[in-house]
């Protein structure tokens, strides 16, 4: 099993930038495709992006596609989500997920019932 902690929320200006970051517990991080998802207020937890084992292939959500940028660092135990040009929109509870046995094809990835462990969340709010 993995452990995850999800850190680096905030409050930011509309145009602004924040690096979400998510810390992996364990030695087989390396084996965990990890995603990140986010949920608003009333909403569903929506797709954010993905990355691969590896770090090879990632996925975005059409709604940050071109702003956002997922990463990990294997050896850290680490994944990241830097964010750009945030817009009000962008506001809601963040949450890392991992999961060892996804099958890396984009209509899977883009699904949170597939991934089996998450983070505690951590807050965005971007102001107008």
């Not at 517990?25 to 995603?35: E, I, L, V």
Request: include cysteine; aromatic fraction near 12%; hydrophobic fraction near 40%.
């Amino acid at each position: 099993q993995v452990q995850l902690v999800d850190s680096g929320g905030g409050l930011v200006q509309a145009g602004g930038s924040l690096r979400l970051s998510c810390a992996a517990s364990g030695r087989t991080f390396s084996k965990y495709a990890m995603g990140w998802f986010r949920q608003a207020p009333g909403k569903e937890r929506e797709f954010v992006a993905a990355i691969s084992r590896s770090g090879s292939m990632t996925h975005y959500g059409d709604s940050v596609k071109g702003r956002f940028t997922i990463s990990r660092d294997n050896a850290k135990n680490m994944v990241y989500l830097q964010m750009y040009s945030l817009k009000p929109e962008d506001t809601a509870v963040y949450f890392c997920a991992a999961d060892r046995d996804l099958w890396w094809v984009q209509s899977n990835v883009v699904l949170a019932p597939q991934y089996h462990f998450w983070g505690q969340g951590t807050q965005v709010t971007v102001s107008s």
